[in-house]
């Protein structure tokens, strides 16, 4: 058997994301004080989600990013929306 093969007994398990948990071990710690400007309008023009604002870097990203990190993100995604009655290009 190779390295990576792996031998089926019956049923697969997924495992549960793993939870942070707080000092006092009884609830969750927030993951995401800061919460993320989607706004499930997922469309890229030019590199940037015409939804939220973010570009594409910001995205893929914005679960390693520092609550700085993120707040500094939304201030520039509100930068690059269109202001009200504009449209974006397609």
């Not at 939870?19 to 469309?43: G, L, Y």
């Not at 030019?46 to 939220?52: I, K, L, Q, R, Y």
């Amino acid at each position: 058997m190779g390295l990576n093969e792996r031998v089926y007994s019956g049923t697969w398990r997924i495992p549960t994301p793993l939870r942070i948990m707080s000092p006092d071990m009884n609830k969750p710690m927030p993951n995401n004080a800061v919460a993320s400007p989607c706004i499930k309008v997922c469309r890229v023009h030019e590199d940037v989600c015409v939804g939220c604002g973010r570009s594409l870097w910001e995205i893929a990203n914005w679960g390693r990013f520092t609550d700085e990190e993120k707040r500094a993100a939304i201030a520039r995604a509100a930068d690059r929306l269109p202001t009200s009655g504009s449209s974006p290009e397609p």
